[in-house]
């Protein structure tokens, strides 16, 4: 949704945020990332007006959200 890299599935994300975050961060930052999808950016409907990061989001892909 942030538009960060073009994949169609999860497992193609993953391995592109892979290449472009710091091997010494990933830990950490899939942490993040996970809990922000878990918590704010819901598949179906996410919490654009929650969420800490929506000024820099392209939204790709959401048509309904809260």
Do not use: D, F
């Amino acid at each position: 949704r942030w538009g960060y890299v073009k994949t169609k599935t999860p497992h193609e994300t993953e391995q592109a945020l892979r290449v472009k975050l710091s091997h010494k961060h990933w830990i950490a930052i899939n942490t993040i990332l996970v809990m922000h999808g878990q918590n704010i950016c819901k598949p179906l409907s996410p919490l654009c007006t929650r969420c800490p990061v929506t000024n820099c989001c392209s939204r790709a892909g959401v048509t309904r959200s809260r």
